[in-house]
């Protein structure tokens, strides 16, 4: 059974910056792709960051320059740096990743992240 656990999410001041983590647990699989997607109330879930098995990533528009998006494959977990927060960056922030050869896909139950403008 995999499980995935977000944290770091909290509140914070526009401008300021915002460290999320997303560990995967359970043994004797890979994770061959990881990203993160935010959801607001009301709103449809949006994506934010990837980060492939290699280390190839990529960002929505809105994050470009503004966060940083990396992983510990041995740790099996995964981190987004988010930089001059704003308040359209509120959100649950949920990870997602693609695990057993590209076959399986698990969501955490997200963190929730409130900027205060």
């Known amino acids: 059974q995999v499980q995935l656990v977000e944290s770091g999410g909290g509140l914070v001041q526009a401008g300021d910056s915002l460290a999320l983590s997303c560990a995967a647990s359970g043994s004797g699989f890979d994770i061959d792709d990881m990203s993160w997607y935010r959801q607001v109330p009301g709103k449809q879930q949006e994506f934010v960051a990837r980060?492939?098995?290699?280390?190839?990533?990529m960002y929505s528009d809105s994050m470009k320059g503004r966060a940083t998006i990396s992983r510990d494959n041995g740790k099996k977990t995964m981190y987004l740096n988010l930089r001059k927060m704003t308040a359209e960056d509120a959100g649950v922030y949920i990870c997602?990743?693609?695990?057993?050869?590209?076959?399986?896909?698990?969501w955490g139950p997200g963190t929730q992240v409130t900027v205060n403008a």
């Open positions: 997602k990743i693609v695990w057993d050869n590209w076959q399986r896909t698990s």
């Open positions: 980060i492939a098995r290699a280390g190839t990533t």
